[in-house]
T-cell receptor, first 115, second 107 residues
Framework: EAGVVQSPRYKIIEKKQPVAFWCNPI?????LYWYRQNLGQGPELLIR????????DSQLPKDRFSAERLKGVDSTLKIQPAELGDSAVYLC?????????????FGPGTRLTVL | GIQVEQSPPDLILQEGANSTLRCNFSDSVNNLQWFHQNPWGQLINLFYIPSGTKQNGRLSATTVATERYSLLYISSSQTTDSGVYFCAGGSQGNLIFGKGTKLSVKP
């Protein structure tokens, strides 16, 4: 069974440019998460989806970040415009249960560098 | 919000040694997980363990929910165990991660 798929794996952009990340969760998983991991830190949750619904986006910087999960399957996270401080690894994870209280499986991440 | 404290921050072991990693929570959690981040950055889930004890090969974990802490035991460590170990806890799916324990196993 395929794991969580993310693309691209690496992205280098100039500040003020837009960027988008794509995630395809494990087949059948109802809950999808986007995390951001800064160097030397643990991941921080940006947004959690239960099926198509964003149930927790309190940590998402809504002035420049947006996300969508159409049809309750794959998801896209967008940053527009990017700032220097957005350089980080963006991780997608999924879990089977709608409540989210079960094992989370992570994708390989997208390493974003903003110059 | 919940605070997650992991100790020790760094650990160097000789291959074959045993170790215990600890995770303390500032409040009760109903979702607690341990992860290993390998040197290539991939996060692997080790245990989903809101309470009780689980074992998987050379790894085991114990969570004492009433005292808000969890322990991860690594026995007979191998060089492939190197990396960063994170614990994460919270309610529902909203996990708060600790800063991790960086483990280096020397041959």
């Amino acid at each position: 069974e395929a794991g969580v798929v993310q693309s691209p794996r690496y992205k280098i952009i100039e500040k003020k440019q837009p960027v988008a990340f794509w995630c395809n969760p494990i087949s059948g998983h109802n809950t999808l998460y986007w995390y951001r991991q800064n160097l030397g830190q643990g991941p921080e949750l940006l947004i959690r989806y239960e099926n198509e619904e964003a149930v927790d986006d309190s940590q998402l910087p809504k002035d420049r970040f947006s996300a969508e999960r159409l049809k309750g399957v794959d998801s896209t996270l967008k940053i527009q415009p990017a700032e220097l401080g957005d350089s980080a690894v963006y991780l997608c994870a999924s879990s089977l249960a709608v409540s989210g209280t079960d094992t989370q499986y992570f994708g390989p991440g997208t390493r974003l560098t903003v110059l | 919000g919940i605070q997650v404290e992991q100790s020790p921050p760094d650990l160097i072991l000789q291959e074959g040694a045993n170790s215990t990693l600890r995770c303390n929570f500032s409040d009760s959690v109903n979702n607690l997980q341990w992860f290993h981040q390998n040197p290539w950055g991939q996060l692997i889930n080790l245990f989903y363990i809101p309470s009780g004890t689980k074992q998987n090969g050379r790894l085991s974990a114990t969570t004492v929910a009433t005292e808000r802490y969890s322990l991860l035991y690594i026995s007979s460590s191998q060089t492939t165990d190197s990396g960063v170990y994170f614990c994460a806890g919270g309610s529902q799916g909203n996990l708060i991660f600790g800063k991790g324990t960086k483990l280096s196993v020397k041959p």
